[in-house]
Nanobody, 124 residues
Framework: QVQLVESGGGLVQAGGSLRLSCAASGRTFSNYAMGWFRQAPGKDREFVAA????????FYADSVKGRFTISRDNAKNTLYLQMNSLKPEDTAVYYC?????????????????WGQGTQVTVSS
């Protein structure tokens, strides 16, 4: 049974920073691609960032490029999302997810396991 547990969300002012973590268990973490997604109230879940098994390849949504950084520590089975220069429009529940390959890493339906999410609220 794969488990993904996000943490690190909270309330921050615009321009501030947060670092999200996603602790993984139940599969060999280093074998799989990982992604971050977010869902704001009344909106569909959207892709934020993804990283391949080794951390050598990353991909970002245009809306977060240059502000967010995805990384992973395979020794700790943990995925991270460093979020800087936060904006009110970044407010959402953030989810981590895992998939077998690095193909179509922006596509929500291709991920097979999801965490429960962590709330990020950015005040103006």
């Amino acid at each position: 049974q794969v488990q993904l547990v996000e943490s690190g969300g909270g309330l921050v002012q615009a321009g501030g920073s947060l670092r999200l973590s996603c602790a993984a268990s139940g599969r060999t973490f280093s074998n799989y691609a990982m992604g971050w997604f977010r869902q704001a109230p009344g909106k569909d879940r959207e892709f934020v960032a993804a990283i391949n098994w080794s951390g050598g390849n990353t991909f970002y949504a245009d809306s977060v490029k240059g502000r967010f950084t995805i990384s992973r520590d395979n020794a700790k089975n943990t995925l991270y999302l460093q979020m800087n220069s936060l904006k009110p429009e970044d407010t959402a529940v953030y989810y981590c997810a895992t998939k077998a390959s690095y193909s179509n890493i922006y596509r929500t339906r291709d991920y097979d396991y999801w965490g429960q999410g962590t709330q990020v609220t950015v005040s103006s």
